[in-house]
């Protein structure tokens, strides 16, 4: 399934320029609440989606606490499982540190992933993980919002329903008032995102 992220470079360095932007915009800021009191961060903003549990749920519900947050989708076959698996391992080795973090996981494939697919899937990961999903216009929009870059990857003559999706693999990690604080690139270990939670959400 190599195709499934055949476009994981181009999205980074996508992602990446938004990154530089933001730390650009950061440097040139004397106050940096600017940035998140503005609401015009350049990644993040508000939604509206369905949870695991298929309540609807949108950016105030995770206000006052630290998100962890990640797009992806329960078939694929590789780079998500692996990334939810850093997240938890990274939530693991932070112990009590641990509780001020939400993992999220995001759905880009709203035609496939249902509120029930994605509680089962979240619960092979850490515990607690809120997994989201909902209309393709409520997923367009988050996307956009993260500079998240998805798409449907149909392979010619294949069965319609066992498409694979492209899409950009990166952590963010959100503060208690939604603001963007810092990303973690695909590849990013364990230990390395731990370093990087705790750091960035001491104080
Ligand atoms: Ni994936």
Do not use: W
Not at 33 to 45: E, R, V, W
Not at 110 to 123: A, F, H, N
Not at 158 to 168: F, L, V
């Amino acid at each position: 399934m190599k195709k499934s992220h055949r476009n994981l470079i181009l999205s980074v360095l996508v992602i990446g320029s938004a990154i530089i932007g933001i730390t650009t915009y950061q440097l040139t800021q004397n106050n940096q609440t600017n940035l998140s009191t503005s609401g015009k961060s350049l990644i993040g903003g508000p939604f509206t989606l369905t949870n695991q549990d298929g309540k609807t749920v949108t950016e105030k519900d995770f206000l006052g606490k630290y998100t962890l947050i990640y797009f992806g989708y329960t078939y694929c076959p590789d780079v998500c499982p692996t990334e939810l698996q850093v997240i938890t391992s990274a939530l693991e080795k932070l112990g009590d540190d641990a509780k001020k973090i939400q993992p999220v996981f995001v759905s880009i494939d709203p035609d496939r992933d249902t509120p029930q697919l994605m509680k089962d899937y979240v619960s092979n990961f850490y515990p607690g993980m809120i997994g989201l999903t909902g209309t393709k216009e409520q997923i367009a929009a988050i996307a956009k919002e993260y500079r998240v870059y998805y798409s449907k990857a149909v392979e010619k003559d294949a069965d319609p329903d066992s498409y694979s999706m492209d899409h950009s693999s990166i952590i963010y990690l959100m503060g208690p008032k939604g603001q963007f604080l810092k990303h973690f690139p695909y590849g990013t270990s364990p230990e390395k995102l731990a370093k990087g939670i705790k750091a960035a959400t001491k104080g």
